[in-house]
T-cell receptor, first 114, second 115 residues
Framework: AQSVTQPDIHITVSEGASLELRCNYS??????LFWYVQSPGQGLQLLLK??????LVQGIKGFEAEFKRSQSSFNLRKPSVHWSDAAEYFC????????????FGTGTRLKVLA | EPEVTQTPSHQVTQMGQEVILRCVPI?????FYWYRQILGQKVEFLVS????????KSEIFDDQFSVERPDGSNFTLKIRSTKLEDSAMYFC?????????????FGSGTQLSVL
């Protein structure tokens, strides 16, 4: 069965520091992988996605993620965090089917210190 | 960017009451979804809907839940007799087509509180 693990429930970084949020997945075929961000009171906004090709994908707001098949990982990175990046980040895996539901991880809450 | 709209943003109800959560998906989308997020937990799939019928549903989506697309624009989730454990943020989402890598567009959610 598909599953997604985000091992870090909370992460705190200082503004300007680099960030890496971890995501590991379990899936029997080539996964479709996504990172979503949820700001307080907001819905889920897609940051980036991977489905094929270059394993390093660029997203919005300066985020990138790298797909590593050997490690079953899709970690999210940002070289310099801004205070506005404080939010909850969800990794999700999907499959190619007519209904195409996503499986989400439990989320990582990011706190940014000024 | 087009948006999925959900109303109301907050809904408070008494246990045992019926609630209807409303969503207006993006107009040219064909696949519709409800997810929920209990406070502090992960976002969970409830149901998917395509061609005016349920395509897939999770174990959570029992007989107390139903979905409907009554008029070609709205997509509703009804909980027939709410329980305390139904308290959660409910997200509606839509998708243009069936391709696996097409992204889901999510609404901003309805926070349901069952007292």
């Amino acid at each position: 069965a598909q599953s997604v693990t985000q091992p870090d429930i909370h992460i705190t970084v200082s503004e300007g520091a680099s960030l890496e949020l971890r995501c590991n997945y379990s899936y029997g075929a080539t996964p479709y992988l996504f990172w979503y961000v949820q700001s307080p009171g907001q819905g889920l906004q897609l940051l980036l996605k991977y489905f094929s090709g270059d394993t390093l994908v660029q997203g919005i707001k300066g985020f990138e993620a790298e797909f590593k098949r050997s490690q079953s990982s899709f970690n999210l990175r940002k070289p310099s965090v801004h205070w506005s990046d404080a939010a909850e980040y969800f990794c999700a895996v999907g499959r190619d089917s007519g209904t195409y539901k996503y499986i989400f991880g439990t989320g990582t809450r990011l706190k940014v210190l000024a | 960017e087009p948006e999925v709209t959900q109303t109301p943003s907050h809904q408070v109800t008494q246990m045992g009451q019926e609630v209807i959560l409303r969503c207006v998906p993006i107009s040219n989308h064909l696949y519709f979804y409800w997810y929920r997020q209990i406070l502090g937990q992960k976002v969970e799939f409830l149901v998917s809907f395509y061609n005016n019928e349920i395509s897939e549903k999770s174990e959570i989506f029992d007989d107390q839940f139903s979905v409907e697309r009554p008029d070609g624009s709205n997509f509703t989730l009804k909980i027939r007799s709410t329980k305390l454990e139904d308290s959660a943020m409910y997200f509606c989402a839509s998708k243009r087509d069936s391709r696996g890598y097409e992204k889901l567009f999510f609404g901003s959610g309805t926070q349901l509180s069952v007292l």
